[in-house]
């Protein structure tokens, strides 16, 4: 069985950062590809950033890119998301997700974390 589990969310201001952590265990990822996505009250669910496991390719939703950094710490079997110059817009529940292709950018992921809650006030 796969587990991933969050870590790292919480109320800041905007313009404010957050580093959001997401441990991976159950299998070995060397070959998975893993991303963040989120979820805001009423609304559907949004990509936010991809990567491969080697690190070789990364993708970000265009909201976020030039704010937001997904990286990984292979032998932590751990995957960030470091999001600096927040906006209240981030507000949203936030999910590690891990896929069994190398590379993924989409809504079916194979494998969920339970969220974090992220919370930006103005």
């Known amino acids: 069985q796969v587990q991933l589990v969050e870590s790292g969310g919480g109320l800041v201001q905007a313009g404010g950062s957050l580093r959001l952590s997401c441990a991976a265990s159950?299998?070995?990822?060397?070959?998975?590809?893993i991303g963040w996505l989120r979820q805001a009250p009423g609304k559907e669910r949004e990509f936010v950033a991809a990567?491969?496991?080697?690190?070789?390719?990364?993708s970000y939703a265009d909201s976020v890119k030039g704010r937001f950094t997904i990286s990984r710490d292979n032998a932590k079997n751990t995957v960030y998301l470091q999001m600096n110059s927040l906006k209240p817009e981030d507000t949203a529940n936030y999910y590690c997700a891990a896929s069994a292709r190398p590379y993924y950018t989409g809504y079916s992921w194979d494998y969920w974390g339970q969220g974090t809650q992220v919370t930006v006030s103005s």
């Open positions: 990567m491969t496991w080697s690190g070789a390719m990364t």
């Open positions: 159950g299998r070995t990822f060397s070959s998975h590809g």
